[in-house]
């Protein structure tokens, strides 16, 4: 079992995602705004995944990748990009800053797949 | 050393610049003087220009409306008078030329002419015009891709919602069971396509409205209404917010497409609860003035910067002071708002401060009786 962060502005998709993830047996924390992720990590980093949109309605995900490496000396856990973004979207962070990318909309057996391999490279 | 004829040696000097036709009038605006440069770009020599009145230089419209006597006014007044605009060739073709006049006196004062200094801008203003033509192609390709960008993001999200959850679904239905919470299920489905389909008919919508020939159908309308129909659903959904209906008790009538008027309104609300702090007040006022009915949406949220007051008009268009903010939707809601309104012989402007707030104001006018 992994502890998992989901940070997704959509209700709909925190609420799939959590489901599945919780389905096969992980905690998951599951939030729907920057400030919200960044105030959880500054408290508790304990995760093993974190799974973040690109664009949440407060910040893009370079803009809190960026703030978060500034104040969190190690990153201990794996992050992965779930975006319906172009390629070209600024809000990418660099591409060394996260291990795994799942494009909108994704099938939930590649959700599980991508959270099984980053549990398994992190563990 | 030679003794240099300085008024000999400028006449020289004068007579062989090539780019600028420089020539002299006498004070009734005859031609006196002319040099390579007007023999060039107006076509004349000087045998045939010289006394000549310089009112030929004009075009027949000009002549007509009596510029040419004008403009010698106008440097008899200030002492100089410049302009761009049409002169005329020898040939009877047209150039854009920029033109100086100025009044020549002596140390009495008495007026002894004119010089003109003409120049060809021709060139220059095509390709400023070409310059201008290929910003806006650039304009138009930037558009295009804040489009596919916002419009990839925006209904990629609705659609994850919608498989995600028919896959939940049917997860559970292969199982052979029945889900607990199965309504809510179809419920949240129901509404991500609502969702979807609102994000379409946007698009749609915009598509439409950008072809001159589209007509709204209009019939006599209640604004009071059309109001309190708009916001009533943005409520529901945001009951920890402040709205002021500030409404007149007698009704008021325009001719318009009701539904469309409302999607008009609930999009300034939405903006107004997207761009404000969730303890702030958002106010809807409608009035009278003469003929025309006018209504204010107000918040006191983060303000357009001045720069973009004009530019949240063009559809995908993300104001400047956003930061990271992600307002989500597709960015055309004033667009639309606007071509809308339009289409009702109607007016939408903003007033906006940053960090103050903002307002929108609609007028329409207003129905007379027996119309």
Not at chain 1, 75 to 102: C, H, K, M, N, R
């Amino acid at each position: 079992m992994a502890r998992i962060l989901v940070l997704d502005d959509e209700a709909t998709i925190r609420f799939v995602v959590s489901r599945v993830l919780e389905g096969a047996g992980h905690e998951v924390v599951a939030l729907g705004s920057g400030r919200e992720a960044l105030e959880l990590l500054a408290k508790d980093a304990h995760f093993d995944v974190f799974l973040m949109d690109l664009r949440v309605g407060d910040m893009t995900g370079r803009t809190l990748l960026t703030s978060l490496r500034e104040w969190l000396p190690v990153i201990d856990f794996q992050i992965a990009v779930l975006t319906g973004a172009v390629d070209t979207d600024e809000a990418f962070p660099p591409p060394d800053w996260y291990q795994g990318l799942l494009r909108k909309p994704f099938k939930l057996a590649e959700l599980k797949d991508l959270v099984e391999r980053l549990v398994n490279s992190h563990a | 050393m030679p003794v240099v004829d300085i008024e000999e040696y400028f006449r020289i000097f004068i007579e062989g610049v090539k780019e600028y036709a420089i020539f002299a009038l006498d004070p009734e605006g005859h031609v006196v003087t002319w040099n390579t440069g007007a023999e060039r770009i107006k076509g004349y020599s000087r045998g045939e220009i010289i006394g000549r009145y310089f009112g030929c230089f004009y075009t027949a419209e000009d002549q007509a409306s009596g510029k040419p006597a004008w403009v010698l006014q106008q440097a008899l007044r200030d002492g100089t008078y410049s302009e761009e605009g049409q002169r005329v060739r020898k040939d009877g073709t047209h150039f854009w030329a920029h033109v100086v006049v100025t009044a020549i006196r002596d140390d009495a004062g008495t007026l002894k002419g004119f010089t003109k200094v003409t120049r060809d801008i021709t060139e220059r203003r095509r390709a400023k015009r070409l310059e201008s033509e290929r910003d806006a192609v650039r304009e138009r390709e930037r558009a295009r891709q804040r489009f596919i960008q916002i419009a990839a993001h925006e209904l990629r999200n609705p659609m994850q919602g919608m498989t995600g959850l028919v896959e939940l679904i049917r997860y559970h239905f292969d199982d052979g069971e029945m889900l607990e919470d199965q309504d809510l299920l179809l419920r949240m489905l129901e509404h991500e396509v609502d969702h979807l389909s609102l994000l379409l008919t946007e698009v749609l919508e915009a598509y439409r409205t950008d072809d001159p020939s589209f007509l709204i159908s209009t019939s006599p309308t209640r604004l009071n209404q059309v109001l309190i129909e708009s916001i009533a659903p943005i409520q529901e959904t945001h009951r920890a917010r402040q709205f002021h209906l500030d409404l007149p008790a007698s009704p008021v009538m325009v001719m318009g497409d009701a539904a469309r008027l409302e999607s008009v309104f609930r999009n300034l609300v939405i903006n107004a609860v997207k761009y404000s702090d969730p303890n702030t007040h958002i106010t809807v006022r409608l009035r009278c003035e003469h003929d025309r009915a006018l209504v204010e949406v107000k918040d006191q949220g983060l303000g357009i910067p001045y720069a973009d007051q004009e530019r949240v008009f063009e559809g995908f268009y993300r104001g400047s002071n956003l930061g990271g903010r992600d307002p989500g939707g597709l960015g055309l809601g004033l667009y639309l708002a606007r071509q809308i309104v339009d289409r009702h012989q109607g007016r939408l402007w903003i007033e906006s401060t940053e960090g103050v707030g903002t307002t929108v104001y609609v007028s329409l006018p207003t129905l007379v009786e027996g119309q």
